[in-house]
C-alpha cells in the first residue's frame, strides 16, 4: 500500500534562506507527483508537477526534483518570503485508478 | 486561467440531514474528483468520475455518498444522512485526462456537522 511521507512536519526560518522539504513514498509505480501549498483554511493550489520519466521542474524560486528508484521528492525554494508562509503538501499518482495519495505536509513559517 | 470553482465555501448542517456540496470542473477536463480532508488530518481520495461514471471509490465512500453529472458543467457530491464525522474541508479536482495530467482543485467547501 503506497504511504507518502513528508519531513519535517513543520520549519521555522528567517526570511532570505533557501530551504528544502523532503517527501518520500513507498511504492515506486507512481505516473506522477504534485507539490501542493495550502494556506490555513484554504484550498490546494498546485506548485509543480513531475511527470514519473521526470527528474527535476522549476518555477520561479521553487525547484522540484524526483528519483522515483529510491522513492524521494523534494521541494527547494529559494531566497524564502513571509508570503511563502503555508503548508506544502507532496502527492502521488498511484494506482489503476489514478487517484493522489497524500503527505500530511510540512507547515512552513518564513519570519521576516 | 480555468479554475475549479466550488460552493458553498462553508456549510453547517445537522446531523442526519443531507447536504449537497457542488462543483464546477475546467470545462474541458474529463476526469472529476472529490477528496476530503478532516482538521489535522491527510487529504483522502473519496471518488473518482470518468465518462458519467465512478471509475474508483474508497471505503469512506459508502452508500450514504453519491455524485453526479446533472448537466454538462455541474459536480456534485451528496451525503444522504450526515454524522458528526463527516465534518470536513471537501476538495473538488478535475484534470484534462486523468493519467500524467495535472489535477486541479477547487477552494473547497467546509462542512461541519453538528
Known amino acids: 500500500k503506497q504511504e507518502v511521507t513528508q519531513i519535517p512536519a513543520a520549519l521555522s526560518v528567517p526570511e532570505g534562506e533557501n530551504l528544502v522539504l523532503n517527501c518520500s513514498f513507498t511504492?515506486?509505480?507512481?505516473?506522477?507527483l504534485q507539490w501542493f501549498r495550502q494556506d490555513p483554511g484554504k484550498g490546494l493550489t498546485s506548485l509543480l508537477l513531475i511527470q514519473s520519466s521526470q527528474r527535476e521542474q522549476t518555477s520561479g524560486r521553487l525547484n522540484a526534483s524526483l528519483d522515483k528508484s529510491s522513492g524521494r521528492s523534494t521541494l527547494y525554494i529559494a531566497a524564502s518570503q513571509p508570503g511563502d508562509s503555508a503548508t506544502y503538501l507532496c502527492a502521488v499518482l498511484a494506482g489503476n485508478n489514478r487517484k493522489l495519495i497524500w503527505g500530511l505536509g510540512t507547515s512552513l513559517a518564513v519570519n521576516p | 486561467e480555468p479554475e475549479v470553482t466550488q460552493t458553498p465555501s462553508h456549510q453547517v448542517t445537522q446531523m442526519g440531514q443531507e447536504v449537497i456540496l457542488r462543483c464546477v470542473p475546467i470545462s474541458n477536463h474529463l476526469y472529476f474528483y472529490w477528496y476530503r480532508q478532516i482538521l489535522g488530518q491527510k487529504v483522502e481520495f473519496l471518488v473518482s468520475f470518468y465518462n458519467n461514471e465512478i471509475s474508483e471509490k474508497s471505503e469512506i465512500f459508502d452508500d450514504q455518498f453519491s455524485v453526479e453529472r446533472p448537466d454538462g458543467s455541474n459536480f456534485t457530491l451528496k451525503i444522504r444522512s450526515t454524522k458528526l464525522e463527516d465534518s470536513a474541508m471537501y476538495f473538488c479536482a478535475s484534470s484534462e485526462q486523468g493519467a500524467n495530467t495535472e489535477a486541479f482543485f477547487g477552494q473547497g467547501t467546509r462542512l461541519t456537522v453538528v
Open positions: 511504492d515506486s509505480a507512481i505516473y506522477n
